[in-house]
């Protein structure tokens, strides 16, 4: 039990779908991530929220629409997606450390089991 | 900028062989280097870190020690077994400032009995 989890599990979808994929943690941190798993390339960050706050956004395409109500819950809305999105989605939660001027220091992240999506 | 080149898999070995998969970085500073792993149908659970350089973290058998000279932290077992297949990835992390984790591609390691 990582303390992190996702859903839906696995998910199908076509270009013209719009669905969205949930994260939850129960580890009390207070940052999380959206993470891309494709296959043969490094893990994508995609997105960062500190505090609710969104803080990277690594140029990723306006078809992915994150959202983060809570320092608990983040989600991942997808719409008019391509199957080169096919991939798999790993949400991730930490804490954050020191403050310094460059900003915050991030601490070791948990990861969540994924959302395999197909996008058709 | 930060990157982490890993050696290319899959990597194949015998129940109890010795697994070396390397690990090479390049990063401003002094970043925090890491190991995760990922089993089959999971997410990435953390399997090792080292903080500064000579440092070497340990779990499950494993090891890698921060080598600042070679800008390495090449991952190491004496006798693997077959629950170790999995895929490895190595990161790192600036020790301050706003960036979270920079990945490798990955090493898919197969132990077969």
């Known amino acids: 039990e990582t303390g992190v989890t996702q859903t839906p599990r696995h998910l199908v979808m076509g270009m013209t779908n719009k669905k969205s994929l949930k994260c939850e943690q129960h580890?009390?941190?207070?940052?999380m991530y959206w993470y891309k798993q494709s296959a043969k390339k490094p893990l994508e960050l995609m997105f960062v929220y500190n505090f609710k706050e969104q803080t990277e956004n690594n140029s990723v395409p306006s078809r992915f629409s994150p959202e983060c109500p809570n320092s608990s819950h983040l989600f991942l809305h997808l719409h008019t997606l391509q199957p080169e999105d096919s991939a798999l989605y790993l949400c991730?939660?930490?804490?954050?450390?020191?403050?310094?001027?460059?900003?915050?220091?991030?601490?070791?992240?948990?990861f969540g089991p994924g959302t395999r999506l197909t996008v058709l | 900028g930060n990157s982490v080149t890993q050696m290319e898999g899959p990597v194949t070995l015998s129940e109890e062989a010795f697994l070396t998969i390397n690990c090479t970085y390049t990063a401003t500073g002094y970043p925090s280097l890491f190991w995760y792993v990922q089993y089959p149908g999971e997410g990435l659970q953390l399997l090792l870190k080292?903080?500064?350089?000579?440092d070497k973290g340990s779990n499950k058998g494993f090891e890698a020690t921060y080598r600042k000279e070679t800008t390495s932290f090449h991952l190491e077992k004496g006798s693997v077994q077959v629950s170790d297949s999995a895929v490895y990835f190595c990161?790192?992390?600036?020790?301050?400032?706003?960036?979270?984790?920079?990945f490798g591609k990955g090493t898919r390691l197969s132990v077969i009995a």
């Open positions: 080292a903080t500064k350089a000579d």
């Open positions: 991730a939660s930490s804490t954050l450390g020191a403050q310094s001027d460059e900003g915050s220091s991030y601490n070791e992240q948990f």
């Open positions: 580890l009390g941190h207070n940052a």
């Open positions: 990161a790192l992390r600036r020790n301050s400032g706003n960036t979270p984790l920079v």
